[in-house]
């Protein structure tokens, strides 16, 4: 009788330990960022594009990188901005585009 007590105990004792570790690994996941992993260096057209973002290793991820997110919501992953390359470029087209929003007619 006292070795089918100590089996229950050590199965909950078990079990328990095992919700644990994955109740711990469901919660470490969660803050998990979405990363680029390689980018490629193909220009990308303007009128695709509506946001961006920079990703830095500070983020979690391995590559730095200038994510362009589309209309659709796609995410486009480019090489780093440097002082004279296409990426620079449609980063400061964006930034004209969002200070200079187009004017609505109204009705």
Do not use: H
């Amino acid at each position: 009788m006292v070795r089918n007590s100590v089996t229950v105990q050590a199965a909950a004792l078990l079990l328990l330990t095992l919700l644990f570790i994955c109740w711990n690994a469901a919660e470490a996941t969660d803050g998990a960022s979405d990363c680029c992993l390689t980018t490629v260096d193909k220009k990308i057209p303007q009128n695709l594009v509506k946001s961006y973002y920079v990703q830095t290793l500070e983020m979690g991820c391995r590559v730095q990188a200038t994510v362009f997110v589309t209309k659709k919501g796609k995410q486009l992953c480019a090489p780093p901005a440097t002082k004279n390359n296409w990426v620079k470029k449609l980063i400061n087209k964006l930034k004209k585009k969002s200070r200079n929003p187009s004017k609505r007619k109204t009705q």
